[in-house]
């Protein structure tokens, strides 16, 4: 009965491979989110949706593609990985104005 | 822009001692979120502030919001080891667009 699922939880690639995230939640909330996490726990807003319309879409290389095919789902693809996109990826969901649930977080490293 | 500052930004305290880890925010904003993050763990959601004045209690911890002076603190009372984590309090935009900026997070070490 997990609320907020990332799959994987682990993910080693190499430079300029492409690569995706995958985001559920079963809570029915209508908004979801990526946030990057850095090493120094920095934690950055990336992208949000409202019930799969795409409304915040911060300062993020295009290289990083977000695509949410359903109220449930929010998915990231990564295209040329690069060094510095190693970091713990957040996926959260929230009901609108309330607390956001978070996913246990996908590591990515990039060798 | 949204800013969002916490201090201490590291804090390490004997267990049975209090302290107030504090949270600034740079414009108006009526929802602030306390969090607490375990070492390699995701978030888990401590506090829901939603009006000024507003306090919640949780065992030893306590949060409270004044909007005016853009202020959020949360207290901790009687620390104990299981306390020891990293906290971070999240600022809605008031925008609209349903934007949580977080703070810098206060990494809290309590030492038996």
């Known amino acids: 009965d997990t609320a907020v699922s990332q799959t994987p939880k682990y993910l080693v690639t190499q430079m300029g491979n492409d690569k995706s995230i995958k985001c559920e939640q079963n809570l029915g909330h209508d908004t979801m989110y990526w946030y990057k996490q850095d090493s120094k726990k920095f934690l950055k807003i990336m992208f949000s949706?409202?019930?799969?319309?795409?409304?915040i879409n911060e300062t993020v290389p295009n290289r990083f593609s977000p695509k949410s095919p359903d109220k449930a789902h929010l998915n990231l693809h990564i295209n040329s990985l690069e060094l510095g996109d190693s970091a713990v990826y957040f996926c959260a969901s929230s009901p609108s104005g309330q607390a956001a649930f978070f996913g246990q977080g996908t590591r990515l490293t990039v060798v | 822009e949204l800013k969002v500052e916490q201090n201490p930004l590291f804090l390490s305290m004997q267990e049975g001692k209090n302290y107030t880890i504090y949270c600034n925010y740079s414009?108006?904003?009526?929802?602030l979120y306390w969090y607490r993050q375990d070492p390699g763990k995701s978030l888990e959601s401590l506090f829901v502030?939603?009006?000024?004045?507003a306090v919640k209690q949780e065992g030893r911890l306590m949060a409270s919001l004044d909007t005016k002076a853009r202020l959020s603190t949360l207290h901790i009372t009687a620390a104990v080891h299981d306390l020891s984590a990293t906290y971070f309090c999240a600022v809605a935009d008031s925008s609209g667009t349903y934007k949580y900026i977080f703070g810098t997070g206060t990494r809290l070490k309590v030492l038996a």
């Open positions: 502030l939603l009006s000024n004045g």
């Open positions: 414009t108006t904003s009526d929802r």
């Open positions: 949706y409202n019930n799969k319309e795409l409304i």
